[in-house]
């Protein structure tokens, strides 16, 4: 009788050290739950629900006729036809694009002042001593448009039409070889300094103010090499007055199925594309965002937009405002080394 009383109160004070333990579990979860909660997202403002109410400025900060305004007129005239508003595209060339840059990283965060931006946004405070923002925290992603490959082409009087034969022919030249492109930082020229880095090849910048003054002092022999958008030499490439060496892409590209890429020629790490994305002030409210990031896609995605981009050896990307922010973070990060590996000093 003695034993079975002493097993019971040894019962009672286990059940009793199980309930408090398990009280304090209780006690301690809403803190625990209140720390992993996250808020709700806000409802869009009456604001943001009526947006556009008033005409939208799509600045593009280069001159009429470049292939960024080309871009931003396609833009302009499907939104304003879809949403009702007119869509206005505002050319603010000067200063490396900076000026209507800068205009809309000053506007105001509503969703009516966009700019259409290029590769080379990303890497300007590396190239330049005085920028007037900051290419990623002054600016809300919006979506990343189009891309283009880039080729380095020669003039037909250059013995070499492979890549090794290239290297070999600029390497034998005392001094090296200059090469044009059109201008410090854009794509063609931090390529093509990142394939200098990798083959070892004794190339010097030439920087242009465009594209088209490079390709003309191509075809005139002043210079023998340039690096360049695809689409800026297709008809000289069609009509052999310049000769192709390689493609900067991750395959070949079509219609030029002849010309090799960097990567097989043994460059695996020389891939680049100049490319486009629409930003709109820093601060710019998520629906109005994912608004325009919708309606842009829209756009692209049409039969008509396809084929027209297809003539000028553009290709849409598309994806999410998130998707950009990643990819341009990512982008001047990279090509900030190989800015620091070419002792590219800021101008």
């Known amino acids: 009788m003695k034993a079975t009383c002493i097993m019971l109160r040894g019962l009672c004070a286990v059940l009793a050290f199980g309930l408090t333990a398990l009280a304090q579990a209780q006690i301690q979860t809403p803190a625990q739950t209140q720390t992993t909660t996250t808020a709700p997202t806000p409802s869009p403002t009456p604001a943001e629900r009526s947006f556009p109410s008033h005409p939208i400025r799509l600045v593009t900060p280069?001159?009429?006729?470049a292939t960024t305004d080309i871009l931003s007129r396609i833009i302009s005239e499907h939104m304003s036809a879809d949403w009702g508003q007119p869509v206005l595209v505002e050319n603010r060339p000067g200063s490396t694009g900076m000026i209507g840059t800068e205009l809309v990283a000053r506007a105001a965060p509503d969703g009516y002042t966009l700019v259409n931006v290029i590769s080379s946004h990303v890497v300007l405070k590396n190239l330049l001593k005085q920028v007037p923002f900051d290419p990623i925290k002054d600016f809300t992603p919006v979506i990343l448009l189009a891309r283009t490959p880039l080729v380095i082409v020669v003039n037909?009087?250059?013995?070499?039409?492979?890549?090794?034969e290239f290297i070999a022919w600029v390497n034998a030249q005392p001094g090296g070889v200059g090469y044009g492109t059109s201008g410090i930082g854009s794509a063609v020229h931090l390529t093509t300094e990142l394939f200098k880095q990798q083959a070892n090849v004794n190339l010097r910048h030439i920087p242009y103010k465009g594209g088209?003054?490079?390709l003309t002092d191509l075809l005139g022999g002043h210079v023998?090499?340039?690096?360049?958008?695809?689409y800026t030499v297709t008809p000289q490439l069609r009509d052999g007055s310049v000769i192709p060496i390689a493609v900067a892409s991750a395959k070949r590209q079509p219609g030029y199925e002849?010309?090799?890429t960097l990567v097989e020629s043994g460059y695996p790490g020389v891939v680049n594309d100049e490319w486009w994305a629409i930003l709109a002030p820093a601060g710019t409210p998520r629906p109005i965002v994912d608004k325009l990031n919708a309606e842009?896609?829209?756009i692209f995605n049409q039969q008509a937009v396809q084929k027209k981009l297809a003539g000028l050896n553009i290709e849409y990307v598309g994806g999410s405002p998130d998707q950009l922010k990643e990819y341009m973070v990512s982008q001047a990060a990279y090509w900030e080394k190989v800015i620091k590996a070419a002792d590219i000093q800021p101008q």
């Open 224 to 230: 023998k090499v340039v690096t360049s958008a695809i």
């Open 212 to 214: 088209a003054p490079a």
């Open 296 to 298: 842009i896609i829209k």
């Open 62 to 65: 280069f001159a009429p006729g």
């Open 258 to 260: 002849n010309v090799p």
């Open 156 to 164: 037909p009087s250059v013995p070499a039409r492979t890549v090794p």
